[in-house]
């Protein structure tokens, strides 16, 4: 079972352009998660989500930033018209249904560099 | 709001000698508290959690205790290793939505 995936590792943009970060939960997994970490510092909560619908997006920014996850296919964070703020690391994490759905399983990241 | 907060930000220890980190929590329906190590550049892993209806949890060298009355939980190390440095984190579930908060996390030291 692989774990969770995210593409790319190493995302450089230049200021105003787009920015896509994908998620693809490990098997079996309903439940996707996005969050984000500036160097030496927490994991701060963007935005929780199950296929094709948003539970909570308490964490995201009231512009630029967008969160999908589809029927088929990854969860996908997009960042529109990017700063040089939006420069972090950027962790998604999966669960899956059922009592076990509080354990969260975390990918590698995608680190966004803003030029 | 929902709020974690961690104690200390750093710590130091020598090897063999224990450490333990400090969270408190704001949310009372809170009821799931997982711990997770972050090695440099890594992806957080958990390393054991805590629900809330036990006070205490322990896994070889790890344990962790909890306190719903007060509102914290802690995490404890025994006979630490090298290998035990790293950014830990704490965390607690919302009782609304169900999304982990997570403190602002500890730098482990361990001196050999």
Redesign the interface.
């Known amino acids: 079972n692989a774990g969770v995936m995210q593409n790319p590792r190493h995302l450089v943009r230049r200021r105003g352009q787009e920015a896509r970060l994908r998620c693809s939960p490990m098997k079996g997994h309903s439940h996707v998660?996005w969050?984000r970490q500036l160097p030496?510092?927490?994991?701060?909560?963007m935005v929780?989500l199950q296929k094709e619908n948003i539970?909570?997006e308490s964490g995201m920014p009231k512009e630029r930033f967008s969160a999908e996850f589809p029927k088929e296919g990854p969860s996908i964070l997009r960042i529109q018209q990017v700063v040089r703020g939006d420069s972090a690391a950027y962790?998604c994490a999966s669960s899956p249904p059922g009592r076990e759905?509080?354990?969260?399983?975390?990918?590698?990241?995608t680190q966004l560099s803003v030029l | 709001g929902e709020n974690v907060e961690q104690h200390p930000s750093t710590l130091s220890v020598q090897e063999g000698d224990s450490a333990v980190i400090k969270c408190t929590y704001s949310d009372s329906a809170s009821n799931y508290f997982p711990w997770y190590k972050q090695e440099l550049g890594k992806r957080p892993q958990l390393i054991i959690d805590i629900r809330s209806n036990v006070g205490e949890k322990k896994d070889q060298r790890i344990a962790v205790t909890l306190n719903k009355t007060a509102k914290h939980f802690s995490l404890h190390i025994t006979e630490t290793q090298p290998e035990d440095s790293a950014v830990y984190f704490c965390a607690a579930r919302t009782g609304n939505t169900g999304k982990l908060i997570f403190g602002q996390g500890t730098t482990l030291q361990v001196k050999p």
Not at chain 1, 40 to 45: R, V
């Open positions: 998660y969050y030496e510092e927490g994991l701060k909560f929780y539970i909570d962790f759905g509080e354990k969260l399983f975390f990918g590698s990241g």
